[in-house]
């Protein structure tokens, strides 16, 4: 069965520290990797994908992440965390085969002042 | 702002009802899909169209149904309404999405609050 796990419900940070968002993933073949972020009341942000190449993807509002296919995780970085950037992350990935996203259940993520 | 529109944010309805939800895609985008997030089942996949037609079918039950008409724009129709039902429907949009080789972006609505009551 394939299926996303973002193992931590929430992750507190303070503004200025590097942050990290856990995903890993159990999807036969080579999937696609997705980062969203889902604000209060709002509909889920494109933040980066992971198709091929490079193992560091850098995406919007100065966040990353790397894919490590050994390890079959896609953490999602930020070198210095905001506090706008508190929220709702989600990881998905969607197999080469499918269409459809599968995410994880979410993280929450606090930076404080 | 991604460009998809989903109407209307918010919907009341007793249980046994009808509710038709609508997402007009980002302009040029041929692909819809149908999500719906709830507390205990997450966001779960329900149904893609591609350029009017059905592509690919999720955990969508039988009382739901859904189209994509000639201007792209789609429909989610729920009907005989339970409690459980209540959720978040997001609406997303691709542009192409047709070929299970793409590897195009889905964008997300702000969604439609359904609350069944």
């Known amino acids: 069965a394939q299926s996303v796990a973002q193992p931590e419900d929430q992750v507190n940070v303070a503004e200025g520290n590097p942050l990290t968002v856990k995903c890993t993933y159990s999807v036969s073949g080579n999937p696609y990797l997705f980062w969203y972020v889902q604000y209060p009341n709002r509909g889920l942000q494109f933040l980066l994908k992971?198709?091929?190449?490079?193992?560091l993807v850098k995406g919007s509002y100065g966040f990353e992440a790397e894919f490590n296919k050994s390890q079959t995780s896609f953490h999602l970085k930020k070198p210095s965390a905001l506090v706008s950037d508190s929220a709702l992350y989600f990881c998905a990935v969607r197999p080469r085969s499918g269409y459809a996203l599968n995410f994880g259940k979410g993280t929450s993520l606090l930076v404080t002042p | 702002d991604s460009g998809v529109t989903q109407t209307p944010k918010h919907l009341i309805t007793a249980t046994g009802q009808r509710v038709t939800l609508r997402c007009s895609p980002r302009?040029?985008?041929?692909?819809v899909y149908w999500y719906q997030q709830s507390l205990d089942q997450g966001l779960q996949f329900l149904i893609q169209y591609y350029n009017g037609e059905e592509r690919a079918k999720g955990n969508i039950l039988e009382r739901f149904s859904a189209q994509q008409f000639p201007d792209l724009h789609s429909e989610l129709n729920l009907s005989s309404l339970e409690l459980g039902d209540s959720a978040l429907y997001f609406c997303a949009s691709s542009v192409v999405g047709g070929s299970r080789t793409s590897t195009d972006t889905q964008y997300f609505g702000p969604g439609t609050r359904l609350t069944v009551l």
């Open positions: 302009s040029g985008d041929l692909s």
């Open positions: 992971y198709i091929t190449g490079d193992n």
